[in-house]
């Protein structure tokens, strides 16, 4: 009997679609849905960016690409990066890919073979245990609960440092709990990381410019550069320009890093599409006003969605600083019902919360923390408003 590859037994679908996809079938069905489980920006980038790809298509070659990316758009990244604080890359430090997710999984290929141990922080985007899990690495996880902040501490990282694990993954801002380090926690953290040298670091900062609150950003080559020669920065288009669609994922890392990640670009993708990049270069150099409005809507989106959380007794909800999610524990509702429906889980909750009010988030256990939930808020204000008080009114409903 044919068969498929092993490693299939590994691959998983994402658990954030799959929500995401329910709430549209139900919606498509007649049911009145407000969605918060998917992380999408909810804004279209400015026309400077039409025109790039309107031009690009006029003007199209035809031809292949560059499998590390276009020169413009790689000088474009160098500007952001050393906008960023990160200045004194060179086009060979940097690589494209198709979005951030394609980015990582290259980045994991080229630095884990099957068993080697890559560490991140809990709660994690979903897609990092599912790439390790394809690639057969081994995870360790670093439990980072709502009573520390969802943020990981000094000694935690040291100790897991201590077993030489291949990888250091960490992301901030946050996906999914919207948490952002100071510059202090940041060189707290840096400073571990020098006294272990064996691992290399992944540092997913796709949210660079969408943080709160003046707290800025910082990175741990701001306070340790030293590290640069094993510490890869990745970045995307998609939230900060409301480009998710149009796929563009960015690295800037040593250079053999960076090389490997183009000789597999040559082998899986060859080069993101002329239009693509076009686009992708007018983003990064044009206006960024777009970008700036957007934060601070966030930022007020935030508050509304915390005033109603705070509002709920027994719900904690360490405040977000960045991105656009909100993370609660709503573990006080487990072991209570909903008319005969009894809560045992967040996935029960998010069901039943999805049933009776017609609100779709995730389950906190799909990123690693199942006594909460992600809310992502960039929908209108109207159904942010109309949402925040169905899951009021379902908390009250409980018994």
């Given at each position: 009997m044919l068969q498929l590859a092993e490693r299939m037994s590994r691959a998983k679908p994402s658990a954030i679609m799959a929500v995401a996809d329910k709430a549209k079938k139900l919606k498509a069905a007649g049911r009145d849905i407000i969605s918060f489980s998917i992380g999408v920006p909810n804004f279209l980038p400015g026309e400077h960016v039409y025109a790039a790809a309107r031009d690009a298509l006029a003007h199209d070659s035809g031809q292949y690409g560059s499998n590390r990316g276009s020169d413009a758009l790689l000088d474009a990244f160098l500007k952001h990066l050393e906008g960023s604080g990160l200045p004194g890359y060179a086009r060979t430090n940097l690589a494209v890919g198709i979005g951030a997710k394609q980015t990582l999984y290259n980045l994991a290929e080229a630095l884990l073979d099957p068993g080697d141990e890559i560490v991140f922080p809990t709660p994690y985007w979903t897609t990092y245990v599912d790439i390790a899990d394809i690639l057969e690495a081994k995870v360790t996880t670093l439990p980072c609960p709502s009573t520390q902040n969802y943020k990981l501490l000094p000694a935690q990282l040291d100790k897991a440092l201590a077993t030489?694990?291949?990888?250091?993954?960490?992301?901030?801002?946050?996906?999914?709990?919207?948490?952002?380090?100071?510059?202090?926690?940041?060189?707290?953290?840096?400073?571990?990381?020098?006294k272990h040298p064996d691992t290399w670091i992944i540092l997913d900062d796709i949210y660079n410019r969408l943080i709160?609150?003046?707290?800025?950003?910082?990175?741990?080559?701001?306070?340790?550069?030293?590290?640069?020669?094993?510490?890869?920065?990745?970045?995307s288009l998609s939230k900060t320009y409301g480009m998710p669609g149009w796929r563009v994922g960015l690295i800037a890392a040593p250079v053999g890093v960076a090389q490997a990640v183009v000789t597999l670009n040559s082998n899986h993708i060859t080069n993101i599409p002329e239009v693509v990049s076009a686009a992708a270069t007018a983003a990064l150099t044009g206006p960024q006003d777009i970008t700036v409005q957007k934060c601070a809507e966030f930022a007020q989106k935030r508050d509304q969605v915390l005033a109603v959380l705070n509002a709920i007794p027994g719900v904690h909800c360490p405040r977000p600083q960045g991105a656009f999610y909100a993370f609660p524990d709503i573990s006080v509702a487990f072991g209570k019902k909903h008319g005969t429906s009894v809560i045992s889980s967040d996935v029960d909750f998010c069901d039943l919360l999805l049933e009776v009010k017609g609100v779709a988030c995730v389950p906190g256990s799909a990123f690693g923390e199942p006594r909460a939930l992600r809310i992502s808020y960039t929908c209108k204000s109207a159904e942010l408003t109309d949402g925040m008080k169905r899951i009021q009114e379902f908390f009250a409903e409980l018994n």
């Open positions: 030489k694990p291949k990888v250091f993954l960490f992301n901030n801002p946050s996906n999914p709990t919207g948490m952002v380090y100071t510059r202090e926690e940041i060189a707290a953290l840096a400073e571990v990381v020098v709160f609150d003046g707290i800025g950003y910082h990175n741990f080559l701001h306070t340790q550069p030293q590290l640069r020669e094993r510490t890869i920065v990745v970045d």
